[in-house]
C-alpha cells in the first residue's frame, strides 16, 4: 500500500516554501531516534525501513496532489512547480532491521537538501515508529511462549488496514510465525494461518455437524471447541476421531475462552486417553506476554498462542517517543535546547561493544570516528537510489533480529524487569555537543 | 485508501469454501457491538460508517487476488470462480455516525447470504473499531479544552498510514477544528493546519533571522518560540512587532515544551504588555485530555491545543472489546456460550430514551419492536447500495455528534468519572434470547 505524497504534515509544506523562497537548499542531516524508552520496554527492535525506502524512492507529486496544494493558499506557482518535479537524491543510513536499540541512538540518518530531508518527516516517524513498536511487542510475547509458536491474529484490532498490514511483516521480524491477514500473507510473502471461526458452528445445525462438515472440507484442520462448552466440545472431536478412524486427519482443537491454564490441560488429558496425541492445543483470546508467560512457566500443554489485540495495538506501549531531528545544515551542527528535548548535533554513528558474544555497550561517536565494536548505520540509500547489497529478504531480517536478540544480556530481555544498558557518548561527540550548544546560545 | 479485497483473516476464507462446498446460502444477520466498555470510557461514540460502505461497495477480488488464494491450497476452481464475481448484494443497519453508544449494544447490523456477510467480519471490526476508538478519544480531549479549539498533530504517531488519515476524519467527528495531516485534508475535505517546525528555526543563522524570514514569506502565521528559550523567544517576537509595526500581522506563538501553564501566563503578560492582545497562544507537546483539564481548569491563557500522540493512539485505552458476531441464520436465532462471550440472537433496534431533552436509557429489542424512544438503527445499505437519503457530509455529522454529545447525562462525561447508562433488553428480545439458548444447548 502505497501512501500518498501528501501524507505529511502541513508545517513540512509552509517551511519547504520557505526555505524554497528563501534559496535554503545546503545539504541538510537529520537524525531519527527515541528520547526515552517506553517504561515497558529496555530496548526496541528497529523495522519498516524497507517498506519507507520504496515509499522515499517513488514519493511523487500528482497533478491532484498539486491541484489540492495550490487550493491551500500556502503556495506560489513556482514552489507548485518545483514539487511537480521533486524527487528524493539524497543518502539514508539506517541500522538493519531487526537491530534492538536504545535511547538517543540515531536508528536512521538522512542527509539531502533541507527541502527533501524535511519533506519526508512525517512519513518516517509514522512508518519506522509502526513498525519497530508492533515487532518490539512482538518479540516480548514470542520470549512469553518459551519455544510454542506465535500467530498473529490481530488483523481486527489493529489500527486500520496499514497497522495490520506492516504489523504482520513486525510481528514475523519479531519471530511470529504466521499471520492471519491474508493481505499481509500477499504483500509480504508471509505464512498464513486460520480455519474456522464460532459463527461456523452456530450456523450449523449441531457443533457434531459443524465438525464433520468442516473436517469433510478440510481434512487436516483446527477445530474450534468453545462455542458452548469446551470439554464437551473437545469430547465431539474424539467422537468424530472415533467414527473417522484412519480418515481423522484433523491437526488441533483450538480453545478462545475460559481458564485455558485447566481447559487445556483437561483437553490435553481427553486426548491423549483417546490415542489423539498428535492433535495439538491452540490458545487464543485477549492473550498478551504476561498471560502466555503465566501459562508457559506453568507448563500449560498449549502449543500455539493465537495473539490479538494486545499485540495489535501494542498496548502496554501504544507510542514511543520518537522524533526525527535536524543535525546539521550547511555544515554547521544544529541542534534545540527544548527543556528535555535536547538533541545530539552532527552526522553520527552508533558502535555496539561485545564481549564473548554479548552486547555490553554501545557508544554514539561522530560521523567518521573509528572506535571498538560494530558500527550499526549502514548506507541504505544513496543519491536517492536504495543500496542493492543491503537488501535483504524477510527471513534473513527475522534470522537476523534472532541473532541479535539473543546477544543482548538476558536482563534487558526478562518480562517485567526495568534494566538500562549502558549507552555512551564518544569524546569527540561530547565536544562537538558542547561546541554546538555554545554557538546556537550565542 | 481502498483496501484490498483480501483483507480479510484467513478463515473467513477457509469458512467461505465450507459454506459454497455444503451449499449453506442462507440469509444471515451479523452483529457489531462492543461488548465492555474499556475502564476509562462510560460511551463511545459510533464512526467509520462511509468508509466502511464504500469500501464494502466496491469489494472486487481482482485477478492477482484469485491467484493468491489459488496458491494457498484453500480453494478449488469452482470456488475461486465465485470469488471472481462476488459483489456484496446484502443490507446493513447501522447507527449514524456521531452516536454515542453503550455496551453490548449492536452499532451495525449486516443481513446477507451468510458468506457475503462473514467474508467482511475484518474489515467491519477494523475499520469501525479504529474510528469509534479515535472519535471517542478525540471527544474527551475537546471537552477538557472548554472552548478552546483542538487541532490534530498525531499523523507522525498514529498506527500508520490509514490510522493517520481516517483518524483525522474521526478526531473532527469528535470535535477536533482541524489536522496537520494535509493527505487527510485532501481525503475529507478537513481544514488543515501548520506552520514551522523547531528545525526551521534551527537552520536559519539566528531565532530572530528564522521569525523575519518567515513571517516575510507568511505574514500570518504562528511562530514557534521555545527552540532554544522560551521567554527569550517570546521576547523576540515582541521585538519583530516593533520592528514591522503596522506590517506585524504574526497570528500566534507555539508554546512546545516546559511548564505550559506558567509559560502560557508569561508569554501572556509580555505580549499584552506589547500591545500585542490579538497574537494568541498555541500550546502544544505530550498533552493528552487530563493535562488539558488541568490547564483549563486553572485559566491557562491559551487560545489553542495541538494534540499528538496520545490522542492519535488513545493512548489509555488503545483497543475496544469490539466484536461482530453471528446472531441469526436460515431465520433462526444463534448465539454462542462461551464463558465472558454471550451474544444476543436475532436482528434488532436500539431505542433510546430521553427525558427533557437529555438521554435517560436504551433499550435493545427485537427487530420489528415498536417501543418508546428514538429508533438508533437505519438502513444505510440495501441489497448492496448505499441508501442516498442517509448520506450526510462531515460538518453534519459532526453537528450531530455535538447534539448526541450535549444531550448525554453530565455525569457520563466527566473526565474521570466511572458511570453506567442504563441499557435494558426488552422482554421479547430476552425471551427469544432464552428460547435461543435452550436450542442450542440442547
Redesign the interface.
Given at each position: 500500500?502505497s501512501?500518498?505524497a501528501?501524507?505529511?504534515?502541513?508545517?513540512?509544506?509552509?517551511?519547504l516554501?520557505?526555505?524554497f523562497?528563501?534559496g535554503?537548499n545546503a545539504p541538510?542531516t537529520?537524525s531519527l531516534f527515541v528520547r526515552n524508552m517506553p517504561p515497558q520496554r529496555n530496548f526496541l527492535i528497529a523495522a519498516g525501513l524497507n517498506d519507507l525506502l520504496h515509499e522515499i524512492e517513488h514519493l511523487r507529486f500528482e497533478p491532484?496532489?498539486i491541484d489540492?496544494?495550490g487550493s491551500?493558499k500556502?503556495s506560489s506557482q513556482p514552489f507548485l512547480d518545483w514539487l511537480a518535479d521533486f524527487r528524493f537524491s539524497g543518502d539514508i543510513y539506517a541500522m538493519r532491521e531487526g537491530t534492538p536499540f536504545f535511547q538517543n541512538e540515531p536508528i536512521l540518518e538522512v542527509i539531502a537538501p533541507?527541502a527533501e530531508a524535511?519533506l519526508i518527516?512525517?512519513l518516517v516517524?509514522?512508518?519506522i515508529?509502526?513498525q519497530t513498536?508492533l515487532a518490539s511487542k512482538a518479540a516480548r510475547v514470542v520470549a512469553a511462549a518459551r519455544g510454542a509458536s506465535v500467530v498473529d491474529?490481530g488483523?481486527?484490532?489493529?489500527?486500520?488496514?496499514?497497522?495490520?498490514?506492516?504489523?504482520a511483516r513486525a510481528f514475523y521480524i519479531g519471530g511470529v510465525e504466521s499471520t492471519?491477514?491474508?493481505?499481509a500473507?500477499?504483500a509480504y510473502g508471509l505464512p498464513?494461518?486460520?480455519?474456522?471461526?464460532?459463527?461456523?458452528?452456530?450456523?450449523?445445525a449441531s457443533e457434531m455437524d459443524a465438525f464433520q462438515?468442516?473436517s469433510e472440507?478440510?481434512p487436516e484442520?483446527t477445530l474450534l471447541v468453545?462455542?458452548?462448552?469446551?470439554i464437551e466440545g473437545v469430547k465431539k472431536v474424539v467422537a468424530l476421531a472415533r467414527a473417522l478412524g484412519t480418515n481423522f486427519k484433523v491437526r488441533a482443537v483450538r480453545l478462545?475462552?475460559?481458564d485455558l491454564d485447566m481447559l487445556s490441560r483437561q483437553t490435553r488429558r481427553i486426548l491423549d486417553d483417546a490415542g489423539l496425541t498428535d492433535v495439538q492445543i491452540v490458545a487464543s483470546g485477549g492473550l498478551e506476554e504476561t498471560k502466555i508467560d503465566a501459562l508457559t512457566l506453568r507448563g500449560a500443554p498449549i502449543d500455539v498462542f493465537g495473539v490479538g489485540?494486545?499485540m495489535?495495538?501494542?498496548?502496554d506501549a501504544?507510542?514511543v517517543d520518537?522524533a526525527y531531528?535536524?543535525t546539521e545544515?550547511?555544515g554547521k551542527g544544529?541542534?534545540?535546547?527544548?527543556?528535555?528535548?535536547q538533541s545530539l548535533p552532527g552526522r553520527k554513528q552508533v558502535f555496539r561493544e561485545f564481549r564473548d558474544g554479548v552486547a555490553v555497550r554501545d557508544v554514539i561517536a561522530r560521523e567518521g570516528e573509528t572506535l571498538p565494536g560494530v558500527p550499526l548505520l549502514q548506507p541504505f540509500m544513496l543519491s536517492g537510489r536504495p543500496v542493492a547489497e543491503q537488501t535483504c529478504d524477510l527471513p534473513q531480517i527475522r534470522d537476523y533480529a534472532k541473532e541479535q536478540l539473543a546477544a543482548l544480556p538476558p536482563h534487558l530481555k526478562a518480562l517485567g524487569s526495568h534494566a538500562r544498558y549502558d549507552v555512551a557518548i564518544s569524546d569527540a561527540l561530547a565536544s562537538y555537543e558542547r561546541e554546538t550548544r555554545a554557538r546556537?546560545?550565542d
Open positions: 500500500m501512501s500518498s501528501l501524507f505529511a504534515d502541513l508545517y513540512e509544506f509552509t517551511m516554501r520557505a526555505y523562497e528563501l535554503m541538510a537529520f491532484r496532489h489540492y496544494l491551500l500556502i533541507i524535511q518527516e512525517t516517524l509514522n512508518q515508529g509502526l513498536i491474529f488483523a481486527r484490532r489493529a489500527h486500520g488496514v496499514d497497522a495490520a498490514t506492516k504489523g492471519s491477514n491474508v493481505a500473507g500477499q498464513v494461518a486460520g480455519t474456522m471461526a464460532h459463527s461456523f458452528v452456530e450456523a450449523c462438515s468442516f472440507v478440510f484442520t468453545d462455542t458452548y462448552d469446551t478462545d475462552s475460559g489485540t494486545d495489535a495495538v501494542s498496548s501504544p507510542a520518537i531531528k535536524l545544515y550547511a544544529r541542534m534545540k535546547l527544548s527543556a528535555g528535548k546556537v546560545i
